[in-house]
């Protein structure tokens, strides 16, 4: 069973950093996209970045964050992280971990890590 583990949220001061963690377990990944996505309080959940796990490490960013995050990966961890910069109250929300197959219609979403920046 596939499983995916956030963890690295916390308080942060605007223009602070934070860096998340998402450790994925249970299946080979080879095929997989391995996402960020947010929701915060009364909004739907939103694309923050995404990276493919094999080859070039293909990124894709949301217009929000292009510039401040970076997304990345350890093959040999299984983890991929995201690396917040310059972080603004707009940034607080639930960051969500998401596995998506690219030849099944499978997804895994994490339980979710807490971020919250003060202005």
């Known amino acids: 069973q596939v499983k995916v583990v956030e963890s690295g949220g916390g308080l942060v001061q605007a223009g602070g950093s934070l860096r998340l963690s998402c450790v994925a377990s249970?299946?080979?990944?080879?095929?997989?996209?391995i996402g960020w996505f947010r929701q915060a309080p009364g909004k739907e959940r939103e694309f923050v970045a995404v990276?493919?796990?094999?080859?070039?490490?293909?990124?894709r960013y949301a217009d929000s964050v292009k510039d401040r995050f970076t997304i990345s990966r350890d093959k040999d961890k299984n983890t991929v992280y995201l690396q917040m910069n310059s972080l603004k109250p707009e940034d607080t929300a639930v960051y969500y971990c998401?596995?998506?197959?690219?030849?099944?219609?499978?997804?895994?979403w994490g339980q979710g890590t807490q971020v919250t920046v003060s202005s």
């Open positions: 990276i493919t796990w094999n080859g070039g490490a293909d990124t």
């Open positions: 998401n596995a998506k197959s690219t030849i099944t219609v499978y997804e895994y």
């Open positions: 249970g299946g080979t990944f080879s095929s997989y996209y």
